[in-house]
């Protein structure tokens, strides 16, 4: 201290206090409340001004020289060594001796400080502060003891941060110095002076621990990261290969200096446990100093860890383990020569083994405080056991990870040599078998029965290789010793623990927490040494060495336990749980040594931050793994293991064969291209199976070897970014790559809200207007997350695809996947065309035209084929499939997601502009400098604000698209498979699965009635029997690939599925060839004159016949096999085919029937020849012989047969719901079937009751009324899904059952039902049935294509609710329901108002005023109606609509409900401002008389119109509306009392009319509900009502007064009773309206019943 170096330390001092103090000042600021964040070095120091003062570099010269007037002589002199060139070397030297005073005179004060006798109670800032001790000497007052101690604290926090400023200025200075300058540096002994000093001032290490010292001067993490920075900046510099020796050399003293460290806390640790520790005094001091030792040695041990698990043991030629560079040193001086180990060890054991004996105390400690799984016996000699309580096990928890760490690294590390007598491994392992002495796990357990395999305990083994044997079995000994020590460590720490990290780390690891990955860096280490070392010879290229898919003989129980030890490890560093079967499968201890199983590590439910591998190594293996886990079992790997490893493996080039595969699949190419029509011989010719064929833009040259070859330097990939720092080739990168690509194509295709699609990642980010996904549904997230996962999916099969590019699976997978992503989107787009037509489900009177003709005009079989080309020709020209040259962004980016649908626009409008202007105009059909028509017609549709149709636009083009690109991968799938068929391959899919599945491909888009593509519209004839034809191809050519039987066994794949598919094919074929010509009039032959059946009629026939067959085949399939069938679902076995038998005679039968008058005799004739085929009862007496005559009676015939199956299936089925439906019709139909010329009411007709009685269900009366009870068996009851409608997902499905599984079929369904329901309760004038199903559709959620429509107005937000919805624009299956039900309300409301109207004609004297209250009662009703709507006659959309035609029944009814009671006259004025002048349009005097009925309904009825403007004010914050806020006002009898309406109240004989006012409803308080009573209430039956009417009976509870309604029962009684709950000693009366009142009230009200009376 007193050198030159010193006074340049006093000189530092005397200039720069105040800037210490400053520095000091301002870390306790930010160091907290306890300061513990000084003494941590876990905050950062400001050294601004002493960098000012002390120049870093060379450009800090000049200013340093402006701002500085008196400088420090150690700035004079570092300023002079800055600016003369080449004085770096002396520059370091200097600080370096200045840093070493500095460090000494720290050292001395601590001595002196140390030496005092005086005790001081702990001050928690002067302990964090690093501010040293008091020393005090005899004879010293209290207030000289108190000012030496604080000159000694202020010098040693001034010595302690100039230290540290000068070691980081070193720091500084050594990483801007020639690699050459620093190597003398460190070669000098000053600079591992520093070192070696700053770490022992770091730690307070003296001579000998004393617990005084201890207490007085804690450790100094800041001094020992100084100390790290100055070896992490040596390292740096000292990179390159030539300075590898002096690089070494120095982490080699610096890792020794770390272990002399730990031996000497090892020793100090007990010292501190012990202190005081009987007296409560302090209790809390002492416990923070314990927690800082802690936090020390933590640091220190994880140090050590960090650095032996970076550099494990080598295997080398020799069959020798070679240790750790840091541990080279240390086992020199174990095993030097001169003396024996036991000497060694007698006089005093080396710094290894010392160390070795340090971590294994700790270890012993942390067992002792019961903070792992099980407690250990505590060390004999010496060591304290823990107390176990509270503040020991925080002590404790902070040890736990880096002494694990550190014996596991360790154990890595040590290396074996066969001439040594005791390894590292063997005395860890000794030691732990010590501290698990209740676990009976030994080495010799690890030795299994087949290490003979290999000769090595054999004792008849030659001399030659005697040696050698006893070198492998010595070095697997040594493996299993350091697997056994490992195993004893890591499995007693839980996953929440191991992932925990210490707090206060030098240079903290980035890719992990520290446990996981030194156990990782450890166990894969020791892994490779088995596989590699003991791995057999004759293994295969890809399965030897560490590649090998299972341990070698000898070492399998080893290796188990080892990789067991590594699922624990990668799930708390990745979050992935692995299984192998062979390993933890069953945890039996049969596969493990004896006591090992216990100490297996149970699978943890925790789910630590997911890290990415450290390296292309870490990742190859961890994919090694995942290999070996599960190579033997038929579970797949978890994808997220598969993904973690491929995100650490560098990129890969695209090749030659992967380019040409993407091009072949996402090129626009359409696969269906016509050029010509068909003929009339070809469309009835016997249809012939296809041969399968790739399609022409298929690339043939990478089918092809020798090309493939050729192309070499473009075919086989290459990595784009090479790893740096890994021993990995490029063969093994791509190894890993491939099997990666091919586990993650094999996996199971995403499902809809299933774990694959629980990922949000999209293909990027959205640059369009909404972008950020925070206003995104959650339907829509939740849908977009599986496209991402089909994108993904369809990725890693197209990257395996180019391997393999023959693999039929993969083809026939990409295709699913496209189509999973297309049926995603149609199911959530609205239906093309109606699935419900009015028109064709019931009959129509006689007369109209446009009802009764299916196809007015017909024409031969030729022109009618060239009619329907042409048709179809005009469509292709006016339409577009999809746009843009790539398909590939309609697979990238997920439709249902709004913003990325936005991006996706943007994209293919980017492209548009970055094409020629040839291949614009083939693409687009635009010139290059223009955009293409239908682009901007789609993105006018977004500037418009129209994004519903925007997003629906889009969404056509997007599924057109992906049809194209499914169709193309089934296509090459099929191919494929066939050709391996014959070849004699198996397949995971075969042929007839591809080819079932391209059948069905093809009728779902048959199925949908449309087209898409932009725009979309409906399918032409010509198309559909396209469309039919190649699903029928298909389903055929899956039945020639089953295998053939004998005529006694049943095909293992039930055919009968493909029959029936066929069969339905073959009716849609026939459907497109009804406007075909009949031969005449008379189509009555005689049986020698040839007769020339039309198409429709030979297609018909092959689908009945087919439905026959595949019915006679499932018949026995079912017998032998038995067919499942599921309860309300869509799968019923054999009812599915005897109900589409039977559904087809019917519509036979109403097409032939609906014809014009001139050809309906042929049509009926050919329908009979239909139908008289296949008969549901097969009786023998039936004469089913077509004559002149008999037409009538065999009709009737034929639909009492199909009336008796539906009836059956219902029956035999109770939740087969297609059986109602045709049910109903047919008796909505039998007026007509039964005399078709004088059928003049249509459905509301009859039939005689000798022809009733044949058909099930069919009463006298009405038809309609009887379809009324059929079709109401669906509606008996509320139901979320509005009918009895539900969807069940077979297992298996079948083709049939994978087409009724799609939400829009189940769409289609209920839509089918519920127009059906309310057609009939509309002709039978069911009002009160039609406004409670209307109240239904209320509590109703949105069907998909509804929700999605009112959701992209809001960008992809969540909508309103449904009930304000604009009725008159509603979409959706919700929305055209509730428009259905209310415009049938008002057809009815319509009907009441023409009776009423009569009644009023007819009557004389005061009739006006008698009816004027129920005339008033319908204009109420009719106003409800139009409020509904949700469109005032303010709304733009009445400009678009032709009210002025009658096709909105809502305006019709009100404005006649209007002008019946007030008139013309009385609305308005003549000539006055709204009154319409004669020469205006009629749309005007329709909307003027609408805006006038509304203005006076508005007037007389306003709690209707302000219900209705409450309910829309009332919303939630989130601006949508509840439920129980939305109003319908159904019919007056359900609503409250308006004022001044007049209303009639019945009581009268004489019917006098009396008019009264109801008084506003006042606020209601809040009152406690009283106990309440049911009272059983009885009231007279008004003799003027009929059964089915309905009454209104008011009952007064109170001052209140309840309203009931009451339906007149069958048998009409005089009397009706009803139950009413009224609070307990509450008197009642009641009040009927329409008849007669009477009285009757309770026991407690007897004695007022007088009183009643009069009142």
């Known amino acids: 201290p007193n050198s030159k170096h010193g006074e340049l330390v006093d000189d530092f001092l005397s200039h720069h206090t105040s800037d210490l103090i400053e520095v000091q000042q301002d870390a306790a600021l930010n160091a907290g409340s306890d300061g513990s964040g000084l003494a941590t070095g876990s905050v950062k120091l400001n050294w601004t001004k002493l960098n000012s003062c002390v120049p870093s570099a060379s450009d800090m010269v000049l200013p340093m020289l402006k701002s500085c007037g008196d400088a420090c002589l150690l700035s004079i002199l570092a300023v002079c060594l800055q600016v003369r060139e080449g004085s770096n070397l002396q520059l370091i030297r200097l600080f370096i001796h200045v840093t070493s005073a500095c460090i000494d005179r720290q050292r001395l004060l601590l001595r002196q400080s140390a030496g005092s006798e005086r005790n001081r109670l702990f001050s928690t800032r002067n302990r964090a502060n690093s501010d040293g001790l008091t020393s005090d000497s005899e004879g010293e007052t209290e207030s000289d003891a108190g000012s030496r101690t604080s000159m000694g604290s202020n010098m040693l926090a001034l010595l302690s941060l100039t230290t540290k400023f000068l070691s980081e200025t070193i720091s500084i200075y050594i990483y801007q110095a020639p690699a050459t300058d620093v190597s003398d540096v460190v070669s000098s002994p000053d600079f591992m002076s520093i070192v070696y000093t700053l770490l022992a001032v770091s730690g307070n290490v003296q001579d000998e621990p004393k617990q005084q010292h201890l207490e007085r001067a804690p450790p100094d993490l800041s001094l020992f990261f100084s100390a790290h920075s100055l070896v992490a900046s040596v390292s740096k510099a000292l990179s390159d290969c030539a300075f590898e020796e002096i690089r070494t050399r120095l982490e080699q003293s610096y890792f020794d200096s770390l272990l002399r460290l730990i031996i000497f806390h090892r020793q100090a640790f007990p010292l501190l446990l012990r202190s005081k520790g009987d007296q409560r005094h302090g209790r809390t001091e002492r416990h923070q100093l314990r927690c800082m030792y802690a936090d020390y040695i933590a640091t220190l041990l994880s140090e050590v860890a960090l650095c032996l698990s970076d550099s494990q043991a080598l295997l080398s030629s020799n069959d020798k383990l070679i240790e750790s560079r840091f541990l080279r040193p240390a086992l020199r001086e174990v095993c030097a020569e001169g003396g024996s180990f036991e000497g060694k060890m007698k006089n005093g054991a080396p710094c290894l083994v010392q160390a070795t004996e340090s971590m294994m105390w700790f270890w012993k400690y942390i067992c002792s405080a019961n903070v792992v799984e099980s407690s250990t016996e505590p060390a004999k000699e010496g060591s304290i056991q823990a107390s176990g309580n509270s503040m020991e096990k925080v002590v404790a928890k902070k040890l736990v990870v880096p002494v694990a760490s550190a014996i596991i690294s360790l154990c890595g590390a040590a290396g074996h040599d066969p001439s040594r007598k005791m390894s590292i491994a063997m005395s860890t392992a000794s030691s732990m078998e010590e501290a698990n002495a209740d676990e009976d796990g030994m080495d010799s357990d690890y030795f299994e029965s087949d290490d003979s395999a290999n000769g090595w305990s054999s004792d008849e083994a030659t001399e030659d290789s005697e040696q050698f044997q006893m070198n492998r079995r010595s070095l697997l000994r040594t493996l299993i010793q350091a697997i056994q020590c490992c195993s004893l460590v890591f499995s007693k720490i839980d996953d929440e623990m191991a992932c925990e990290t210490p707090s206060f780390l030098p240079s903290p690891p980035r890719n992990g927490t520290m446990l996981p990955l030194v156990a990782v860096r450890t166990f894969t280490h020791f892994a490779d040494v088995l596989l590699l070392f003991f791995a057999p010879k004759d293994a295969n290229d890809d399965c030897k060495g560490v590649w090998a898919k299972e341990y070698p003989f000898g070492t399998r129980s080893a290796g188990a336990i080892l990789d067991s030890l590594l699922f624990k490890a990668y799930r708390c560093l990745h979050g992935f749980t692995l299984y192998g079967q062979n390993y933890v499968g069953s945890k039996s201890k049969d596969l493990y040594p004896a006591g090992m199983a216990t100490s297996l590590p149970a699978v943890e439910t925790s789910k630590p931050t997911q890290f990415k591998p450290e390296s292309v190594k870490a990742a190859a293996q961890l994919y090694r793994c995942i290999r070996r886990a599960y190579s033997n079992s038929r579970r797949s790997p978890p994808k997220a293991s598969l993904e973690c490893v491929e995100s650490s493996l560098p990129e890969i080039e695209e090749t030659a064969v992967s380019k040409a595969i993407q091009e072949f699949v996402f090129s626009p190419t359409p696969i269906d291209s016509f050029v010509s029509c068909e003929s009339a011989s070809a469309v009835v010719a016997e249809r012939v199976p296809k041969t399968n064929s790739l399609l022409p833009n298929f690339p043939h040259w990478v089918l092809d070897k020798e090309m493939v070859t050729d192309r070499k330097h473009q075919s086989e990939p290459s990595i784009i970014s090479a790893p740096v720092g890994d021993d990995v080739t490029t063969k093994e990168i791509l190894l890993v790559k491939k099997g990666i690509c091919f586990s993650l194509a094999e996996g199971p295709l995403p499902k809809l809200g299933g774990s694959d699609s629980n990922a949000s990642s999209g293909p990027s980010e959205s640059k369009g207007e909404s972008s950020g996904s925070t206003n995104e549904s959650v339907e829509r997230e939740t849908s977009a997350r599986h496209e991402q996962a089909l994108w993904k999916k369809f990725q890693r099969i197209l990257a395996h695809l180019c391997y393999d590019p023959t693999n039929s699976d993969d083809w026939y997978r990409a295709g699913l996947c496209l189509n999973f992503k297309a049926e995603l989107i149609c199911d959530r787009l609205s239906p093309i065309t109606e699935p419900y037509e009015s028109s064709k489900f019931f009959a129509a009177a006689v007369g109209d035209l446009k009802a009764t003709s299916v196809l007015n005009e017909k024409r031969e079989l030729s022109k009618l084929l060239s009619q329907q080309f042409d048709h179809h020709k005009k469509n292709e020209e006016s339409s577009l499939t999809f746009l843009g040259k790539d398909l590939s962004a309609f697979v990238r980016y997920p439709w249902t997601k709004f913003s990325e649908l936005r991006a996706c626009a943007k994209e293919i409008e980017s492209l548009q502009t970055n094409l020629g202007g040839a291949e614009k105009e083939s693409l687009f059909g635009t010139p290059q400098n223009e955009r293409s028509p239908a682009w901007l017609e789609i993105e006018r549709k977004f500037t418009d604000e129209g994004y519903g149709a925007w997003e629906t636009a889009w969404g056509g083009i997007f599924v057109a698209a992906l049809h194209t690109m499914a169709k193309k991968c089934l296509t090459t799938a099929l191919y494929f498979a066939e050709k391996h068929e014959k070849e004699g391959k198996a397949c995971d899919d075969p042929a007839y699965d591809i080819s079932e599945c391209l059948g069905t491909h093809y009728y779902s888009e048959l199925m949908g009635g449309g087209q898409y593509g932009y725009p979309m519209r409906k399918l032409n004839g010509f198309m559909k029997r396209h469309l039919a034809e190649a699903a029928a191809s298909h389903f055929l050519m899956a039945l020639n690939f089953v295998p053939p039987t004998d005529s006694d066994s049943l095909p293992e794949e039930p055919t009968y599925e493909q029959h029936f598919m066929i069969g339905k094919c073959n009716e849609k074929i026939a459907t497109t060839l009804a406007g075909e010509a009949f031969q005449g009039e008379d189509s009555i032959l005689k049986d020698d004159q040839p007769r020339t059946d039309r198409a429709y009629e030979c297609w018909m026939n092959r689908a009945l016949e087919s439905y026959a067959l595949a019915l006679k085949l499932a018949q026995r399939v079912n017998k032998e096999r038995g067919i499942p069938s599921q309860g309300g679902g869509s799968s019923h076995g054999v009812a599915e085919i005897v109900y589409r038998i039977h559904a087809t005679r019917l519509k036979v039968l109403l097409t032939a029937v609906r014809q014009p008058k001139h050809e309906r005799q042929a049509a009926e004739l050919e329908a009979l020849r239909l139908t008289t085929q296949h008969w549901y009862d097969e009786r023998d007496d039936r004469d089913t012989k077509i004559e002149e005559g008999k037409v009538r009676a065999l009709v009737w015939e034929v639909l009492s047969d199909v ?368 106990k309440i009573k049911t009272k059983m209430v009885v009231v007279s039956v008004p003799k003027k009502l009929k059964v089915g009417d309905t009454f209104e009976v008011k009952v007064k509870i109170g001052t209140q007064t309840k309203k009931v309604k009451l339906t007149v029962p069958e048998g009409k009684p005089s009397k009706l009773k009803f139950p009413i709950k009224l609070p307990r000693r509450t008197n009642i009366g009641k009040k009927k309206k329409g008849g007669p009142a009477t009285k009757k009230l309770d026991a407690q009200g007897k004695k007022r019943k007088k009183a009643t009376k009069s009142k």
């Not at 003049?1240 to 007709?1245: D, E, F, I, Y």
């Not at 289609?1308 to 039978?1324: Q, T, V």
């Not at 409301?1389 to 007819?1402: I, S, W």
């Not at 959309?1437 to 019946?1460: D, F, K, L, P, R």
């Open 1203 to 1570: 009336v008796a199956a539906m009836a059956q299936l219902r029956i035999d089925y109770p939740y087969f719901h297609r059986s109602i439906y045709r049910h109903t019709q047919a008796l909505l139909c039998a007026p007509i079937l039964h005399d078709p010329d004088n059928a003049l009411r249509g459905s509301l007709g009859s039939v005689p009751a000798t022809k009733s009685y044949h058909l099930r269900g069919l009463n006298m009366g009405v038809c309609a009324n009887s379809a009324e009870v059929i079709i109401a068996s669906l509606f008996e009851k509320k139901r979320p899904q509005l009918c009895a409608v539900w969807v069940t997902t077979p297992a298996a499905p079948s083709p049939f059952e994978v087409l009724n599984d799609t939400v829009r079929k189940y769409d289609a369904l209920r839509s089918k039902y519920i127009g059906a329901f309310i057609d009939c309760m509309k002709l039978c004038k069911r009002r009160e049935t039609l406004e409670s199903f209307l109240g239904w559709t209320t509590l109703s959620q949105r069907d998909l294509p509804s929700f999605y429509e009112a959701s992209a107005s809001a960008k992809g937000g969540v909508p309103s609710f449904h009930q304000r919805e604009n009725l008159s624009t509603a979409s959706g299956l919700l929305g055209r329901s509730k428009r259905h039900v209310n415009a049938a309300i008002a057809e009815i409301l319509m009907y009441e108002l023409e009776v009423e109207a009569k009644k009023t004609a007819q009557k004389e004297g005061n009739v006006e005023q008698a009816n004027k209250d129920a005339l008033m009662g319908l204009l109420k009703a009719a106003f409800a109606c139009f409020l509904r709507l949700n469109c005032p006659t303010t709304d733009p959309h009445w400009q678009t609509v032709q009210i002025e035609n009658g096709t909105s029944w809502e305006v019709e009814t009100i404005c006649q409900a209007h002008q019946t009671i007030y008139g013309k006259a009385n609305r308005y004025e003549k000539g006055g401002p709204d009154h319409p002048s004669e020469n205006q349009s009629p749309w005007y005097v329709k909307m003027a008389s609408l805006q006038a009925a509304v203005s006076k309904c508005e007037d007389v009825f306003p709690s209707l119109a302000q219900k209705r403007r409450r309910g829309k004010s009332k919303t939630h914050a989130g601006g949508t509306e509840t439920a129980a806020e939305s109003t319908h006002a159904h019919d007056a009898a359900t609503t409250d009392k308006l004022e001044n309406e007049e209303q009639i109240v019945g009581g009268k004989s004489d019917d006098k009319i009396a008019k009264l006012k109801v008084a506003p409803k006042k606020k209601q308080k809040l009152v406690v509900k009283p």
